[in-house]
Antibody, heavy 122, light 106 residues
Framework: QVQLVESGGGVVQPGRSLRLSCAAS????????MNWVRQAPGKGLEWVAT????????YYADSVKGRFTISRDNSQNTLYLQMNSLRAEDTAVYYC???????????????WGQGTPVTVSS | DIQMTQSPSTLSASLGDRVTITCRAS??????LAWYQQKPGKAPTLLIY???TLESGVPSRFSGSGSGTEFTLTISSLQPDDFATYYC????????FGQGTKVEIK
C-alpha cells in the first residue's frame, strides 16, 4: 500500500534553515509528481511546492519562492523540501502528497503523509 | 492566481441531515476541482475529483457537482464519521485550496 512518511520537522529560529524529507513506498515513485502542502495551526491547507515525476518542472507558492527548494531522489524514493530564511509565518504542519495521475501535469493529490510539524520561533 | 471561496465556513447539522457545501472559483476552472475531508490531527483524504468523480472507497452518500466557477459537495445523509472539515482544491492552474468548511454536530 502507498506510504508517505515525512521527517525533519522541529523547532528552529527565524532566519535559520531546515530540510524536510518524505520517504515513499508502495508505488513507482519515479512515475508521479509530488507535492508539499502545509497547514498553519488552526488554519486551512496551503499548497507550497510541486515537482514533476522527473524533476523537469518545479512550481512554488509565492509565499515561499526564493526561500524553499523542492527536490527528489528517484533512486531513494525520497522527496525533499529545503527551507531557508525561515519566518514565524512558516510555522505549520508540512505534508507531502502524491499526484493521483501518472506522468506530468496539474493533478489532484490521492495520498498524503501524516505530516511533520515545523515551528519557527526564537 | 485563482482564488477559491467556500461557504459556509462552519455548518451545524444533525445525523441524517442532507448537507451542501459550496465552493466558488475566481475564474473558470472547467471541472478541475477536488474535495478533501480532514479530521483533527490527521492528513486530508481525497473524496472527489474532477468535480463529481467519487474516489474509490468513498461512501456513495458523498457527491459532487458543478463546473466553471461554482461547485457543490453534498452529503445525502450525515453520518457520525462525517463530522470533519472539508476543503475544495482547484488544479486547473497550479493549486489552490478553499479555506475549509467545518461540519459540526448540531
Amino acid at each position: 500500500q502507498v506510504q508517505l512518511v515525512e521527517s525533519g520537522g522541529g523547532v528552529v529560529q527565524p532566519g535559520r534553515s531546515l530540510r524536510l524529507s518524505c520517504a515513499a513506498s508502495g508505488f513507482t515513485f519515479s512515475s508521479y509528481g509530488m507535492n508539499w502542502v502545509r497547514q498553519a495551526p488552526g488554519k486551512g491547507l496551503e499548497w507550497v511546492a510541486t515537482i514533476w515525476f522527473d524533476g523537469s518542472n518545479i512550481y512554488y507558492a509565492d509565499s515561499v519562492k526564493g526561500r524553499f527548494t523542492i527536490s527528489r531522489d528517484n533512486s531513494q524514493n525520497t522527496l525533499y523540501l529545503q527551507m531557508n530564511s525561515l519566518r514565524a509565518e512558516d510555522t505549520a504542519v508540512y505534508y507531502c502528497a502524491k499526484d493521483a495521475i501518472i506522468s506530468s501535469g496539474f493533478y489532484f493529490f490521492d495520498y498524503w503523509g501524516q505530516g511533520t510539524p515545523v515551528t519557527v520561533s526564537s | 492566481d485563482i482564488q477559491m471561496t467556500q461557504s459556509p465556513s462552519t455548518l451545524s447539522a444533525s445525523l441524517g441531515d442532507r448537507v451542501t457545501i459550496t465552493c466558488r472559483a475566481s475564474q473558470s476552472i472547467s471541472r478541475w476541482l477536488a474535495w478533501y475531508q480532514q479530521k483533527p490531527g490527521k492528513a486530508p483524504t481525497l473524496l472527489i475529483y474532477k468535480a463529481s468523480t467519487l474516489e474509490s472507497g468513498v461512501p456513495s452518500r458523498f457527491s459532487g457537482s458543478g463546473s466553471g466557477t461554482e461547485f457543490t459537495l453534498t452529503i445525502s445523509s450525515l453520518q457520525p464519521d462525517d463530522f470533519a472539515t472539508y476543503y475544495c482544491q482547484q488544479y486547473y492552474s497550479y493549486w489552490t485550496f478553499g479555506q475549509g468548511t467545518k461540519v459540526e454536530i448540531k
